[in-house]
């Protein structure tokens, strides 16, 4: 079983999300935009670590839906930067992708845990 939230696979790959979003926007002048969607990057892992350490299934699942909820909060900010020009399509579509399969990841891990209810 997993003993840390560090070794819980998803929130690594929140983590690299993370830096991936922070990386790509570091110049960008619109201050609002970036914080919006990077602290809503961090609130993704963050919410998979507390929800592990609260120690019950129903807690994990709980914060499992708030990292997801943040995880789509992102790609839909991800979307607009595209219709408004912010961001290069190509790498806010690869960003999308990384998204999409982040919120699988949490969506699986969501099921395997009520599956132990």
Known sequence: GIKRFEDIIVWQKAQDFSVNIYTFLKNSRDYSFRDQITRASVSISNNIAVGFDRNTNTDFKRFLYFAKASNSEVRSILYLSIRLNFLNEEK??????????????????????????
Not at 100 to 108: P, V
């Open 92 to 117: 806010a579509k690869e960003l999308i992708a990384d998204s999409n399969e982040i919120a699988k990841m949490i969506s699986g891990f969501i099921k395997y845990l009520q599956s132990k209810n």
